[in-house]
Structure formats: structure tokens, C-alpha cells
């Protein structure tokens, strides 16, 4: 019996008599000859009428001799059944949930390979998905028998929390269009800071001595990137030093920095004046005494003159003295302030472009 044809149509006769049973005959419905018979002794009947298709691989028929009171209905499975040509769509490999991942940053692509497993072209019409979810394929518009093709989903999360969609493949298999669950759950973007191996975040010293912390930090993919460090809460009379100031994290891995803190300052005063910057001082003074003598012309010469001689006089000596040089007068000497004791808390913090992170550190001061 040929099954590979198209179309077809089923009739059902007597074998040779009303006892010799009911044989099944298939005919190619474009050639209308008979592709094969099948023949079922077992049931006996003058006059099967009715076929009718029954399931995928089923076909019945009412007895002729069947009545309200006695119903023969005969049902029965044969190879004889087929479709027509058409595109089937099979689906292999899964997509199953993307996890966690940063906001903003790309998952790994998840496929599916779709493949045509019917006896005529396969027509995608659409593929598409919802959410934060994508999808690439190399799908044409028309998938050949047999022929495969790839379909990709990433997941690329816009806001923390879980997250869901669908992806959609629309065709013309008799099946109908394909629809997929997606989910995956967006988190923050974060940085860590934690003390290196063997390194605390508290340190004691004494007033005038120097704290150190030997720290790493770690960033998740999200908050990869340049990162500033930066020191606040420090003591009265102390710095904070970090370095290096600024790092380059990559994501997943530790990167190395140090923190010192100085419990002393040095400050330098000095008080040194120079001795032309005091004659220019008198004698901008002197300009309007010169200026008010000048304008009495009842003054006698010598009483202006002298007048101007004492006026003059500071400014001599002030530029007289030390052989026309200037001279300064010793500096104050440095000044050292130290911490004072106690207990206080610092805080390092870091900061990308995605994410900020602040640790405390202890320091005890004697």
C-alpha cells in the first residue's frame, strides 16, 4: 500500500460477498488510481457506507444494514492514512532561566534550533520576543524541508528585580505558532571593599605614628570600570593617603590598594619682613608731608628742608643699614600637632560610574 502520495480519498466495499468482509482502497485523488487495498475479513457487511476519517491513522464506517435500534458502527486503525504535504516545525535544545545578571549588562546567548520536519517549505512569518529579553536567528523566510535554522535569546535586565516575556515564533505549520516562557532576575550593579588576606580595618597607634590598611575590592560585572577612592572622617592633626587614588576593576576580579593615616601635621610660620618693603611703607607715608611743605611757599628753606631731612631719616636708615642689601629676619621654626588620643572612625570609599561602596576603618590613637 503506497502511503507517500498526496491527497487521497478512502473507499469502502464488499471484498466479493456480504460474507467475505470489507476491503479499504486508497486512490491518489490527482491521478484517481488505486495506490493500494486493504482488506478486513473480519467484518461482514452487504453494503459499508459512511467512511469517515477517524484521528491521524482511524477511519469508520456505518453499516448499511444500521438502524435507530440496531446501530453497527465499525471503527478501526490502517496504515493507510496520510496527510497531505505540509511544513511541521521541531524544536531542539532549551532555553532555561538567564539567573541573575547586573542591570545593564548582556547575558550569554541561550539557542533553539528549529527545523523543518514536514514535507513542504516552512514560511517563518515573525520571531520575536517581550520584556528585556532579544532575539537573533538565522532564519530565512523560507525554511526547506529538513532544513534547519538557529534562533538566539539573550537577557539584558533594565531594572532590578525578576523579569519575564515570551518568545514568540509565528509560521505556517499546522501546529501553530511557538511560545516560549523567559524569565531571569535583574540586581544591582556592586562594588566590595574587604581587607586584604591577613589585613584588619582597625589599627592602633600611638599620637604621631602612622596606621595602615592593606584592602582589595571587587566589582560585580555591572560596576566594572575606573574607580575613585577617596578618605573622609579624618582626625584633628592627621592626613590620609591612598594609593593608588583611582583603579581600573574588571569584573569578578580583586584589585589591591592601601590606606595610611598620619597621626602628626607640620606646620611652618615665618614672620621675616623685608626691610625695602617697610622703606617703601614710609615713604608712602612721607609723600603727603613733602606735598603739604610744598605748598606753604612762606616757609623758609631751611625750615622745609629740615622738616623733610627727619622725614626722610627712617627711610635712610632702613636702606642704609646692611650696605644697601635686604635683609629678613629669622624664620619661625616648624611646628609639629599630633593627634590626640582616642577613638575615631574613617571612611574609604569608591565610586565607578555605575556604583558606589564605603568602608569603615577603626583607629585607636594613645
Known amino acids: ?32 488510481t488505486a495506490t493500494g487495498t486493504l482488506n478486513f475479513n473480519e467484518l461482514n457487511d452487504a453494503g459499508p457506507r459512511n467512511l469517515v476519517r477517524w484521528g491521524s491513522t482511524g477511519f469508520g464506517f456505518i453499516s448499511d444494514g444500521a438502524t435507530s435500534l440496531n446501530p453497527s458502527l465499525f471503527l478501526f486503525r490502517s496504515g493507510l492514512s496520510k496527510n497531505p504535504a505540509a511544513p511541521a516545525v521541531t524544536l531542539s535544545g532549551s532555553i532555561t532561566g538567564f539567573g541573575s545578571l547586573d542591570v545593564g549588562v548582556t547575558s550569554a546567548a541561550q539557542s533553539l534550533t528549529l527545523t523543518n520536519s514536514g514535507s513542504a517549505p516552512l514560511n517563518i512569518r515573525g520571531i520575536t520576543t517581550t520584556g528585556d529579553f532579544a532575539t537573533t536567528n538565522t532564519c530565512t523566510a523560507s525554511v526547506a524541508p529538513n532544513g534547519s535554522c538557529t534562533v538566539l535569546v539573550t537577557f539584558k535586565p533594565t531594572v532590578a528585580g525578576a523579569g519575564t516575556g515570551f518568545l514568540t515564533i509565528v509560521d505556517d505549520a499546522i501546529s501553530g505558532e511557538v511560545v516560549i516562557g523567559l524569565s531571569g532576575t535583574g ?42 577612592l577617596s578618605c573622609s572622617g579624618i582626625p584633628t592633626n592627621a592626613t590620609c593617603t591612598i594609593s593608588p587614588s583611582s583603579l581600573n576593576l574588571s569584573s569578578g576580579a580583586n584589585a589591591a590598594f592601601t590606606v595610611t593615616v598620619n597621626t602628626q601635621v607640620v606646620k611652618t610660620a615665618s614672620l621675616a619682613i623685608d626691610r625695602v618693603k617697610l622703606a617703601g611703607i614710609g615713604l608712602i607715608f612721607m609723600v603727603p608731608v613733602a606735598l603739604l611743605l610744598a605748598s606753604r611757599p612762606r616757609s623758609s628753606y631751611r625750615v622745609r628742608a629740615c622738616v623733610l631731612l627727619l622725614a626722610f631719616m627712617p627711610l635712610i636708615a632702613l636702606t642704609g643699614c646692611g650696605g644697601g642689601g635686604s635683609t629678613s629676619t629669622p624664620p619661625v621654626p616648624p611646628q609639629t600637632l599630633i593627634t590626640p588620643p582616642g577613638n575615631y572612625t574613617l571612611t574609604v570609599s569608591a565610586t565607578t560610574s555605575k556604583a558606589t561602596v564605603s568602608q569603615a576603618l577603626t583607629l585607636t590613637v594613645h
Open 1 to 32: 500500500m503506497d502511503t507517500t502520495a498526496g491527497q487521497f480519498f478512502m473507499v469502502a466495499n464488499q471484498i466479493s460477498n456480504a460474507t467475505s468482509g470489507v476491503g479499504l482502497t486508497a486512490y491518489d485523488l490527482t491521478s484517481r
Open 187 to 228: 540586581t544591582a550593579p556592586t562594588l566590595t571593599i574587604a581587607p586584604a588576606s591577613g589585613a584588619t580595618t582597625t589599627a592602633t597607634v600611638t599620637a604621631g605614628q602612622t596606621a595602615t590598611y592593606s584592602l582589595s575590592i571587587a566589582a560585580t560585572p555591572g560596576a566594572a570600570g575606573t574607580a575613585t
